[in-house]
């Protein structure tokens, strides 16, 4: 049989410590991996023999292979990874800002990256806009084959493991859902020795399981979150998520309020506008009142349609008219550009594209 064995990448530097011994090795293997991205145990040079025949044995170093990638003129960079079970999830390569350089050709700032990762193959929740949710629910990532997302960006990009690197938790899946190998994954990006990502660069985007947002907020990991609200009454956000049910909005803004929030930061709001559902000032005026006393962000994102999709994007004009709407009215608002739009822009798209391509 197959068997499936674990990821060097699912482990902390404690856990691994507990399973090699002697437990100075763990430190040497998370700086091959982490610091030097080797592809194998056999490229760790320190590693006695006995130990690679060992590691070998027991663990494979990356779960993911690369099997397609998409590079839009805007720098960003999509890729469809395939996991050791054969299923696929995409991750993006987000470029945030670019380098800048003085009229003497000396580096001001390094161009910021962002990296957008998947926490499940598919997703329960069923939301009608979206096209990871029409193949269903399959199965959750593994802490590691989350971790290996960011890992495998960083050196397919030549992005030092000292370069700073923002993770938005907003690719294919609800995170939520996969609390567990979640929270873990967020702990060993921040392993000093690893990739030393702070959760402060780390948000969390859920569809808004409030009982689950509660739960992340007692793990008190310091990671931001996101909400992706869509609609400003039950109705039109039952229609498009449809376990608003069960988590109303009300239920969420609350949920919100009980989050542990840095100060200095504030709750990221998305709101996928969709022509004629939800891009009308009378809902940007409700958006306004239920947002009242939270820090808030409003992220405003283009609906990005695709084939047989009843919904429609919406017009600039629209957009523009919501955003200084909510402005005017003391929120902060920032419309999506959308990033990599000549490539396949939200997340399931390259997916289903490389499903087509291989029919
Ligand atoms: N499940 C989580 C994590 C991100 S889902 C959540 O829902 O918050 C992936 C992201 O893609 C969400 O921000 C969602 O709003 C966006 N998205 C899904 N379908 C889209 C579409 N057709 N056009 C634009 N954005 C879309
Ligand atoms: Fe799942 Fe998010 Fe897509 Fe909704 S938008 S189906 S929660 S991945």
């Not at 998370?30 to 610091?35: D, I």
């Not at 700073?164 to 921040?190: C, R, T």
């Amino acid at each position: 049989m197959n068997t499936i064995k674990p990821s060097i990448l699912d482990f902390t530097q404690e856990e691994l410590k507990e399973q090699i011994k002697p437990a100075f090795r763990a430190k040497q293997i998370f700086g091959w991996t982490y610091h030097n991205y080797v592809e194998s145990f056999d490229e760790m040079a320190n590693i006695p023999k006995s130990l690679k025949s060992e590691l070998n044995e027991k663990y494979i170093l990356n779960p993911l292979k690369i099997v397609r990638k998409e590079e839009s003129s805007d720098g960003t960079i999509k890729y469809l990874f395939e996991l050791q079970d054969g299923k696929t999830v995409e991750s993006v390569w987000l470029k945030m800002k670019d380098e800048e350089i003085d009229c003497n050709g000396n580096l001001i700032h390094e161009a910021k990256y962002t990296v957008c990762v998947s926490t499940q193959v598919g997703c329960k929740v069923g939301c009608a806009f979206c096209l990871t949710a029409k193949g269903g629910f399959t199965r959750d990532l593994t802490s590691g084959e989350i971790v290996a997302q960011v890992l495998s960006l960083k050196k397919d990009n030549n992005h030092k493991h000292n370069r700073k690197i923002n993770i938005v938790y907003m690719g294919m899946g609800e995170p939520l859902d996969n609390l567990e190998n979640l929270s873990k994954a967020i702990k060993i990006f921040k392993e000093e020795e690893g990739l030393a990502i702070s959760s402060k660069r780390q948000t969390v985007s859920t569809s808004g399981l409030s009982n689950k947002i509660d739960k992340l907020g007692e793990m008190d990991l310091g990671v931001h979150i996101a909400i992706s609200l869509h609609a400003v009454d039950d109705k039109l956000r039952s229609e498009l998520i449809p376990m608003n049910k069960a988590h109303n909005i009300a239920s969420i803004i609350d949920a919100v309020k009980r989050f542990p929030i840095d100060t200095r930061k504030r709750v990221m709001f998305e709101y996928l506008v969709i022509k004629n559902k939800n891009d009308d000032l009378a809902s940007a005026k409700k958006l306004v009142k239920l947002l009242n006393g939270i820090k808030a962000k409003v992220n405003l994102i283009y609906f990005n349609p695709y084939p047989e999709t009843p919904y429609d994007r919406p017009d600039k004009e629209d957009m523009i008219n919501f955003q200084e709407y909510l402005i005017n009215h003391g929120l902060l608002c920032t419309i999506r550009d959308s990033k990599g739009i000549d490539i396949s822009a939200a997340c399931g798209q390259l997916k289903e594209k490389d499903k087509n391509s291989l029919k």
